[in-house]
């Protein structure tokens, strides 16, 4: 157990030390080499995050990390069932991604400037979050200020540490914190009644929230404490690699834009739009120019569905998390998701 105020340099310490030991890992050879050889792409997805990655009632993996990882599956070698799950926490994610021990991370990390210059790099943002408090609904606390004093759990070495530190601080509150190897061993303890609140990615929060058959016994404070870019990730020095990670979230996106959905992409194929055209590899050279088949958008779209789609069907208003779109709405929908255009 760790438990001691004000963490802030220890959390310093551990991020420039993760940073430092990514940037003397050994330099991977070409990841779609070794994609195309194994005949698989390894992800590391979340431990257990409802909505996210997580097991069903028959013992598979499911969630918004597992489609993501599908369809860049779908896009580098035509099917989305050659997929290796590997959950993993912040600190193994973090180290087995330039090893080679996953290809890459479709997990919730939030894109940080430490992290990108550290050796991880950040194909794109899947997700934009923020950070905020869960408390029971019998605590009196119904704002962050009543947190004065409180005991937090968080994960060892995550930016919520830093977050906690940083707003706690400017605000002249007073917290103990207490740290965990990763955010489900975090969200135990504070469900154990061993801290006053959990701070998480917002989402983060609502999907371990739809886990607890007494969750109305639960309640997330009203204000967002940061802004938490969230996106899958690649080793550095895999250029081509990064570049087939980011084009196939922008697929899903560049989709939804379109109209192009998991049922009708068959039929579009057939439009006259030149831009779902290129999308779909009808015209054009832009999966050669990607070192994959130019209709890799197109079976990525057909495997799991456009940016919508995967959101609907795992976090969405009809699922257990409930989520609004929000700043995950397409740009034409006052929300922050945009696609780079396939030209």
């Not at 995550?158 to 740290?179: G, P």
């Not at 789609?309 to 922050?336: F, M």
Request: proline share 4%; net charge positive; hydrophobic share 45%.
């Amino acid at each position: 157990m760790n438990l001691q105020p004000h963490l802030l340099p220890a959390a310093k310490t551990f991020l420039v030390l993760g940073a430092f030991a990514a940037l003397a890992a050994p330099v991977r050879a070409d990841v779609l080499d070794d994609v195309k050889a194994n005949g698989v792409v390894k992800c590391g997805v979340t431990l257990a995050a409802p909505g996210f990655s997580a097991e069903d009632n028959a013992g598979k993996r499911q969630g918004f990390d597992v489609d993501l990882c599908k369809s860049i599956a779908a896009a580098a070698l035509g099917d989305e069932s050659k997929v290796q799950l590997v959950p993993m926490d912040l600190k193994t994610a973090f180290a087995g991604l330039p090893t080679g021990a996953v290809d890459v991370l479709t997990h919730r990390f939030t894109w940080t400037q430490s992290r990108d210059v550290g050796g991880l790099k950040f194909a794109k943002v899947m997700f934009y979050d923020g950070q905020g408090f869960a408390v029971t609904t019998k605590s009196k606390a119904s704002k962050i200020a009543d947190l004065n004093n409180a005991t937090i759990c968080t994960a060892q070495g995550s930016t919520s540490e830093l977050i906690v530190a940083d707003y706690f601080r400017a605000h002249k509150l007073k917290y103990k914190i207490v740290t965990f190897a990763s955010q489900e061993q975090a969200w135990d303890a504070f469900v154990g009644k061993r801290c006053d609140a959990a701070i998480n990615d917002r989402s983060g929060l609502a999907a371990r929230l739809a886990k607890l058959p007494n969750q109305a016994d639960y309640k997330v404070l009203a204000e967002t404490v940061s802004n938490e870019p969230i996106g899958p990730i690649v080793a550095q020095g895999q250029p081509r690699w990064e570049a087939i990670v980011r084009f196939t979230l922008n697929a899903l996106v560049a989709a939804e834009e379109l109209g192009v959905t998991q049922a009708n992409v068959d039929a579009e194929r057939a439009s006259p739009n030149p831009d779902v055209q290129r999308l779909l590899g009808v015209t054009g050279e832009f999966g050669v120019k990607l070192g994959l088949a130019n209709d890799w958008a197109y079976k990525a779209i057909k495997a799991v569905g456009n940016y919508g789609d995967i959101w609907d069907r795992n976090v969405g208003p009809k699922t257990p998390l409930r989520l609004e779109r929000g700043r995950n709405a397409l740009v034409a929908n006052g929300g922050l998701m945009m696609s780079i255009p396939v030209r």
